[in-house]
């Protein structure tokens, strides 16, 4: 691998005071402001949420990208600078690059960022713009593409002899390389594959999917397009789209095939979550519908005539469409349409500027838009009927805006806490998440029931259990009697059922009468449940954790953050404790305090850091830092608390006592019982 040298973690972020929110043109003109049509379908709210203005007006912007609430915007430009600015325009911080930044992408919930440059560069940054590493490749960076949750770098490089697609984990560590022609496209699938579409020799090419290095499917496309969480994808091969679902193992399976429109060209293909809605457009028809929308099962939805070369981009749900263009006006004004998952324009404005690139916020909330004339405009986008505007003040906007509950360690009067164990937003680890009910001296059911309701919406969590089916639940001798409806047994998928299971095994281990766990079928025993012929004749044991040192770990799923508790497979020293907590926030955290000494003495825990772990909380911290930094310190406290005899900690800085800024809602001890991610 031609990888010449990486520095050391963490080194320090080179700002840029070259470009300012309020800068001008470098002729000290004023910016030419947007004309706006239709304002009012804002109901009240201005259309222009921000502005920012780059010094050059004829600098080329190369990457465009924004996360998934809007927050975050990330653009490299030819002043060989990349900048990241809030959702209101405001500049957040600036790196000048070796090199010119052609590639840029940042994660999903804006916590990370890499950067590719034209002389082999690679920068790996996080939310504040720290560089945590950067790698030199003997070639050029062609393609860049982060998975969603920005622990995964992937790289098309030009080298001498040939292309080579590398893939990295969020510590610069090589996982694999392969030889590849010229790409077109690159992207993250669901199951951590790598798929990219290669040029061929005709106007097709290749669609390839790899896993650690190994090609395991590929097929002849023009153009290809990968649903918001990558389970699905559709092809264009130049005479029918090709809609496949992606299986964890084995080929990609076809769900159907068809002509796009008649004899109409597709060039460019839009999939949204789950695979629900895909968007066909052909951008040089001249007259006739151009914009069509098939559900997942092919049908035909709707279409329309929207201006010829647009720019086009759609929200994760589908709720929000986007399409600018500049190309049916003589001088530099584009038009700008919103349009709904029903084809109808809810918004159109017209810019006085020839509009290059365009980015929308999977939330569909926040479009950015970067104009030929250097200004960058943030646009915020109608609330679709039903859904709760941004920030506002319902229950639902106060779950969106919420990144991490802390730690508990009061049960609600009059109320009971339940444990229920739901999936993350990839299905890859059951969250426990505390709920509170009323009291009931039927709390079995209750917790059974609420399972099967489901996690909160915005939760950034999945359900287990199909809603509004009935489980009944009964408690003899210490062991409990979980009925399963009839419905259930027709679940598809070991995967599906062992889900369903561990999660009610879990749910039910909270309570300590439960001493084991039966399962029936319609009040019978069964051997084999479902047509996978999974077994649940035996008598599950319960899941309780303690018997192994316990740690509780933070970890993300979608949008937001949990605690989640590991067993350890042995006894750990105190130290390895804390460094094991330390590598696992280190993805989520500003800075990496190095711990110099952990002392246990009789009734605290001493831990002194190096000056680094101040940064961790700035007195004018946003509401991340914040979250985030209550994450850390509820970890070390639960996972310390636990496995050592002290129940406090006291936190040195440079072998001074410290304690974080107000607004940072730190509780330094423990008390039981405690109750993490309460809802």
Same mark, same amino acid.
């Given at each position: 691998?031609?990888?010449?040298?990486?520095?050391?973690?963490?080194?320090?972020?080179?700002?840029?005071?070259?470009?300012?929110?309020?800068?001008?043109?470098?002729? #000290?003109?004023?910016?030419?402001?947007?004309?706006?049509?239709?304002?009012?379908?804002?109901?009240?709210? &201005?259309?222009?949420?921000?502005?920012?203005?780059? &010094?050059?007006?004829?600098?080329?912007?190369?990457?465009?990208?924004?996360?998934?609430? #809007?927050?975050?915007?990330?653009?490299?430009?030819?002043?060989?600078?990349?900048?990241?600015?809030?959702?209101?325009?405001?500049?957040?911080?600036?790196?000048?690059?070796?090199?010119?930044?052609?590639? /840029?992408? =940042?994660?999903?919930?804006?916590?990370?960022?890499?950067?590719?440059?034209?002389?082999?560069?690679?920068?790996? =940054?996080?939310?504040?713009?720290?560089?945590?590493?950067?790698?030199?490749?003997?070639?050029?960076?062609?393609?860049?593409?982060?998975?969603?949750?920005?622990?995964?770098?992937?790289?098309?490089?030009?080298?001498?002899?040939?292309?080579?697609?590398?893939?990295?984990?969020?510590?610069?560590?090589?996982?694999?390389?392969?030889?590849?022609?010229?790409?077109?496209?690159? %992207?993250?699938?669901?199951?951590?594959?790598?798929? %990219?579409?290669?040029?061929?020799?005709?106007?097709?090419?290749?669609?390839?999917? !790899?896993?650690?290095?190994?090609?395991?499917?590929?097929?002849?496309?023009?153009?290809?397009?990968?649903?918001?969480?990558?389970?699905?994808?559709?092809?264009?091969?130049?005479?029918?789209?090709?809609?496949?679902?992606?299986?964890?193992?084995?080929?990609?399976?076809?769900?159907?095939?068809?002509? &796009?429109?008649?004899?109409?060209?597709? *060039?460019?293909?839009?999939?949204?979550?789950?695979?629900? %809605?895909?968007?066909?457009?052909? #951008?040089?028809?001249?007259?006739? *519908?151009?914009?069509?929308?098939? *559900?997942?099962?092919?049908?035909?939805?709707?279409?329309?005539?929207?201006?010829?070369?647009?720019?086009?981009?759609?929200?994760?749900?589908?709720?929000?469409?986007?399409?600018?263009?500049?190309?049916?006006?003589?001088? $530099?004004?584009?038009?700008?349409?919103?349009?709904?998952?029903?084809?109808?324009?809810?918004?159109?404005?017209?810019?006085?500027?020839?509009?290059?690139?365009?980015?929308?916020?999977?939330?569909?909330?926040?479009? +950015?838009?970067?104009?030929?004339?250097?200004?960058?405009?943030?646009?915020?986008?109608? +609330? /679709?009927?039903?859904?709760?505007?941004?920030?506002?003040?319902?229950?639902?906007?106060?779950?969106?805006?919420?990144? %991490?509950?802390? !730690?508990?360690?009061?049960?609600?009067?009059?109320?009971?806490?339940?444990?229920?164990?739901?999936?993350?937003?990839?299905?890859?680890?059951?969250? &426990? +998440?505390?709920?509170?009910?009323?009291?009931?001296?039927? =709390?079995?059911?209750?917790?059974?029931?609420?399972?099967?309701? #489901?996690?909160?919406?915005?939760?950034?969590?999945?359900?287990?259990?199909?809603?509004?089916?009935?489980?009944?639940?009964?408690?003899?001798?210490?062991?409990?009697?979980?009925?399963?409806?009839?419905? =259930?047994?027709?679940?598809?998928?070991?995967?599906?059922?062992?889900?369903? @299971?561990?999660?009610?095994?879990?749910?039910?281990?909270?309570?300590?009468?439960?001493?084991?766990?039966?399962?029936?079928?319609?009040?019978?025993?069964?051997?084999?449940?479902?047509?996978?012929?999974?077994?649940?004749?035996? @008598?599950?044991?319960?899941?309780?954790?303690?018997?192994?040192? +316990?740690?509780?770990?933070?970890?993300?799923?979608?949008?937001?953050?949990?605690?989640?508790?590991?067993?350890? $497979?042995?006894?750990?020293?105190?130290?390895?404790?804390?460094?094991?907590?330390?590598?696992?926030?280190?993805?989520?955290?500003?800075?990496?305090?190095?711990?110099?000494?952990?002392?246990?003495?009789?009734?605290?825990?001493?831990? $002194?850091?190096?000056?680094?772990?101040?940064?961790?909380?700035?007195?004018?911290?946003?509401?991340?830092?914040? /979250?985030?930094?209550?994450?850390?310190?509820?970890?070390?406290?639960?996972?310390?608390?636990?496995?050592?005899?002290?129940?406090?900690?006291?936190?040195?800085?440079?072998?001074?006592?410290?304690?974080?800024?107000?607004?940072?809602?730190?509780?330094?001890?423990?008390?039981?019982?405690?109750?993490?991610?309460?809802?």
């Amino acid at each position: 691998m031609a990888i010449v040298f990486i520095t050391h973690l963490l080194i320090c972020c080179l700002f840029s005071c070259s470009c300012s929110p309020n800068s001008q043109s470098s002729s #000290g003109e004023e910016p030419v402001e947007p004309l706006v049509a239709g304002q009012e379908a804002l109901q009240g709210e &201005p259309l222009v949420r921000g502005r920012f203005s780059v &010094p050059n007006p004829e600098m080329k912007i190369f990457a465009l990208s924004v996360s998934h609430n #809007g927050d975050d915007i990330l653009f490299s430009s030819e002043a060989r600078t990349v900048s990241r600015l809030d959702g209101r325009g405001n500049l957040s911080w600036e790196i000048v690059t070796e090199g010119l930044p052609v590639c /840029a992408a =940042l994660a999903e919930d804006g916590l990370f960022a890499a950067v590719g440059t034209e002389q082999g560069k690679v920068y790996y =940054l996080n939310s504040s713009g720290h560089i945590l590493w950067e790698i030199s490749f003997q070639g050029k960076i062609e393609h860049l593409a982060l998975n969603r949750r920005g622990d995964q770098l992937a790289l098309s490089v030009l080298e001498e002899e040939g292309y080579i697609l590398y893939c990295l984990d969020q510590w610069s560590s090589l996982l694999w390389e392969k030889d590849t022609g010229l790409l077109k496209e690159l %992207y993250f699938t669901f199951g951590g594959e790598v798929c %990219y579409l290669e040029e061929g020799n005709s106007d097709n090419g290749t669609i390839k999917i !790899v896993r650690s290095g190994e090609l395991l499917w590929e097929k002849e496309a023009r153009l290809a397009a990968f649903s918001a969480e990558g389970k699905f994808f559709v092809l264009y091969n130049g005479e029918e789209l090709q809609y496949y679902r992606l299986n964890l193992s084995g080929s990609p399976e076809l769900k159907w095939s068809l002509p &796009p429109c008649g004899e109409e060209e597709v *060039n460019w293909l839009g999939l949204t979550e789950e695979g629900r %809605y895909l968007l066909a457009y052909n #951008g040089f028809t001249v007259g006739n *519908n151009n914009l069509w929308a098939f *559900n997942n099962d092919g049908l035909l939805l709707w279409k329309r005539r929207i201006p010829s070369g647009a720019l086009l981009d759609v929200s994760c749900t589908g709720e929000r469409i986007v399409a600018s263009s500049w190309q049916e006006y003589s001088e $530099d004004v584009s038009k700008v349409m919103v349009l709904d998952n029903y084809g109808d324009v809810l918004q159109e404005v017209e810019m006085a500027s020839r509009i290059e690139k365009n980015a929308l916020s999977g939330d569909g909330s926040i479009l +950015v838009l970067a104009g030929s004339d250097g200004n960058l405009f943030i646009l915020e986008i109608p +609330v /679709a009927k039903g859904l709760t505007a941004k920030n506002g003040n319902s229950e639902e906007g106060e779950q969106t805006k919420t990144l %991490y509950r802390p !730690v508990s360690f009061k049960k609600p009067e009059g109320e009971s806490y339940l444990t229920l164990y739901f999936f993350d937003e990839e299905a890859q680890e059951l969250i &426990p +998440v505390n709920r509170s009910v009323k009291a009931s001296p039927k =709390l079995l059911q209750s917790a059974v029931n609420e399972l099967i309701k #489901g996690p909160r919406s915005s939760s950034g969590l999945k359900r287990t259990i199909p809603k509004e089916v009935h489980i009944n639940v009964t408690e003899k001798e210490g062991l409990a009697y979980v009925d399963l409806p009839e419905e =259930l047994d027709k679940l598809g998928g070991t995967t599906q059922v062992q889900s369903m @299971v561990d999660s009610l095994v879990r749910t039910l281990s909270q309570f300590s009468s439960v001493q084991g766990i039966q399962f029936l079928l319609e009040g019978k025993k069964v051997s084999v449940f479902s047509g996978e012929g999974f077994m649940i004749d035996k @008598v599950f044991s319960p899941h309780r954790l303690g018997k192994k040192p +316990v740690l509780y770990l933070p970890y993300r799923s979608g949008d937001r953050y949990y605690l989640l508790p590991r067993e350890a $497979d042995e006894l750990m020293k105190p130290v390895d404790l804390v460094n094991e907590i330390l590598r696992e926030s280190y993805p989520f955290l500003s800075a990496k305090p190095r711990l110099k000494e952990i002392r246990i003495e009789k009734k605290e825990i001493v831990l $002194d850091w190096d000056a680094s772990f101040k940064e961790l909380f700035p007195s004018d911290g946003n509401p991340k830092e914040k /979250a985030l930094a209550v994450l850390f310190t509820d970890a070390l406290l639960l996972t310390l608390g636990e496995n050592l005899p002290p129940d406090r900690l006291i936190f040195l800085v440079e072998g001074e006592v410290w304690t974080p800024p107000g607004g940072y809602n730190f509780s330094g001890e423990i008390s039981r019982p405690f109750f993490i991610n309460p809802e």
